[in-house]
């Protein structure tokens, strides 16, 4: 889970951030980027793709990853700008925002995937990468449940939607309820599944 980061660290990279998304996928809510620079000999056994771990593992390693990042930066982009500027382009603004959050400004970016970010720095793109680079990993985990956390934030200014169950994936209960209640500010307006529920 280390050889990217080790293969940046030999080409004289020295401050190596990992940087990942959660939320492309929901009908509802905000896309949630994270950026870690993790130190070159840090243990986080069973740390993973946060998609892999259970809620109580991601809540069990947010502390442990804060408290032993170099640095991170979490950024949080909203569904108004996900209908402006389409999901990919606000993924892609959330992970530079969280990049540029970092309290010192890495020089190698490790990004989860195919796109690079709009910034002046060495990046590479990795596939799958949150399975396979520590530091994307713990990216991942911050981001993934700082989403969650808002997501059940909004839970409660919109019970009806279940958002605390599904944080507004488009689970069967999610369209359901969609349907039934119509959507409420924080869906996605040119999202299928939501668009059409609008009132016109």
Same mark, same amino acid.
């Given at each position: 889970m280390f050889r990217y980061e080790t293969e940046a660290g030999?080409? *004289?990279y020295r401050r190596i951030a990992g940087v990942d998304e959660a939320g492309r996928g929901p /009908?509802? *809510?905000p896309v949630v980027a994270a950026a870690v620079i993790l130190p070159v000999q840090v243990s986080l056994s069973g740390l993973t793709d946060s998609k892999k771990l259970s809620p109580s593992a991601r809540e069990k390693f947010f502390p442990m990853i804060r408290s032993v990042a170099l640095g991170y930066g979490v950024a949080v982009v909203s569904e108004e700008v996900i209908d402006e500027i389409n999901i990919l382009q606000a993924s892609l603004l959330a992970m530079k925002l969280a990049v540029e959050k970092l309290r010192e400004a890495p020089d190698c970016l490790l990004l989860d995937g195919i796109h690079s970010i709009k910034l002046p720095v060495y990046q590479k793109t990795i596939i799958e990468g949150d399975s396979r680079s520590l530091s994307i990993a713990a990216a991942s985990v911050l981001a993934k449940v700082t989403r969650d956390r808002l997501m059940a934030d909004?839970? +409660?200014a919109f019970p009806q939607y279940g958002f605390d169950q599904h944080k507004g994936y488009g689970t069967q209960l999610h369209r359901?309820?969609?349907r039934q209640f119509?959507?409420?500010p924080i869906h996605r307006k040119t999202f299928?599944?939501?668009r059409e529920f /609008?009132? +016109?």
């Amino acid at each position: 889970m280390f050889r990217y980061e080790t293969e940046a660290g030999e080409m *004289g990279y020295r401050r190596i951030a990992g940087v990942d998304e959660a939320g492309r996928g929901p /009908l509802a *809510g905000p896309v949630v980027a994270a950026a870690v620079i993790l130190p070159v000999q840090v243990s986080l056994s069973g740390l993973t793709d946060s998609k892999k771990l259970s809620p109580s593992a991601r809540e069990k390693f947010f502390p442990m990853i804060r408290s032993v990042a170099l640095g991170y930066g979490v950024a949080v982009v909203s569904e108004e700008v996900i209908d402006e500027i389409n999901i990919l382009q606000a993924s892609l603004l959330a992970m530079k925002l969280a990049v540029e959050k970092l309290r010192e400004a890495p020089d190698c970016l490790l990004l989860d995937g195919i796109h690079s970010i709009k910034l002046p720095v060495y990046q590479k793109t990795i596939i799958e990468g949150d399975s396979r680079s520590l530091s994307i990993a713990a990216a991942s985990v911050l981001a993934k449940v700082t989403r969650d956390r808002l997501m059940a934030d909004y839970h +409660v200014a919109f019970p009806q939607y279940g958002f605390d169950q599904h944080k507004g994936y488009g689970t069967q209960l999610h369209r359901d309820r969609i349907r039934q209640f119509g959507p409420c500010p924080i869906h996605r307006k040119t999202f299928k599944g939501v668009r059409e529920f /609008l009132a +016109v």
